[in-house]
């Protein structure tokens, strides 16, 4: 079944967004060459992921000029806020607060982290 416009990027989707977001508006054969420096393609599979990703509107194509250039349809941070509320959803039953438990008890979080969660608590609890 089909995803919907907006949905989610997959993995593969995620990287060629990445290689716009540094780079900036690109023709896919550009696309293609970044994302092979990291990972051995064909041309027609990145060609078709991009095509993929212009029907789900998580890219726009310009074509008013040859090659077409893509950009995202989105900025960086709005798509890392859509992974995240996906991943609260999907893997912690809505909960952020689960989320930010486990990720500390995880030990992945840096002492700096910890202070800018800090931070971010402190400025939450004055906005209440």
């Known amino acids: 079944m089909p995803r919907l416009p907006g949905s989610v990027p997959t993995e593969v989707e995620l ?7 540094e780079r900036g508006p690109s ?3 550009e696309i293609h060459c970044a994302m092979s420096r990291q990972k051995e393609t064909g041309y027609s599979t990145t060609l078709k992921m991009v095509q993929v990703m212009t029907e789900k509107g998580l890219v726009l194509k310009d074509e008013s000029r ?16 859509q992974l995240l509320d996906d991943l609260i ?16 008890a995880a ?12 931070k971010l608590i402190a400025q939450a ?3 209440d």
């Open 66 to 81: 040859r090659p077409q250039v893509y950009r995202p349809a989105r900025a960086k941070e709005k798509t890392q806020l």
């Open 15 to 21: 990287s060629i967004l990445n290689v716009l977001w």
């Open 125 to 127: 609890k004055e906005r």
């Open 89 to 104: 959803q999907r893997g912690f039953g809505g909960s952020a607060a689960k989320l930010v438990l486990r990720a500390v």
């Open 27 to 29: 023709t896919v054969r």
């Open 107 to 118: 030990k992945r979080v840096s002492g700096a982290e910890l202070l800018e969660i800090r």
